[in-house]
Nanobody, 121 residues
């Protein structure tokens, strides 16, 4: 079974930085893309950043210029470098992967358990 394991969350002061990591493991034929979604208290889960296998990226407007998503395809790993953090960035960040497990099955969506990011003075 496919698993996504996240790490790197924590508590930082405004203006600080964090780097999140997510590793996909299990029965994986190919990964089309991986990304990060954030869910702030009382808010819906929203896209933060996404990257395809080929390296194309997509960012939420609120994080452009501050966050950078990258990947290591050989390690099935995606990273999110978070700089100039703001209190509004406080959220649980969930790793997401769109991947193919079998040749006769279409791509499916998988989620990690989430990692807490808290930005506070």
């Amino acid at each position: 079974q496919v698993q996504l394991v996240e790490s790197g969350g924590g508590l930082v002061q405004p203006g600080g930085s964090l780097r999140l990591s997510c590793v996909a493991s299990g029965s994986i034929l190919s990964i089309y893309g991986m990304g990060w979604y954030g869910q702030a208290p009382g808010k819906q889960r929203e896209l933060v950043a996404f990257i395809t296998k080929g390296g194309s990226t997509n960012y939420a407007d609120s994080v452009k210029g501050r966050f950078t998503i990258s990947r290591d395809n050989a390690k099935n790993t995606v990273y999110l470098q978070m700089n100039s953090l703001k209190p509004d960035d406080t959220a649980v960040y969930y790793c997401n992967a769109v991947l193919l497990e079998g040749r006769s099955t279409g791509p499916r969506d998988y989620w990690g358990q989430g990692t807490q990011v808290t930005v506070s003075s």
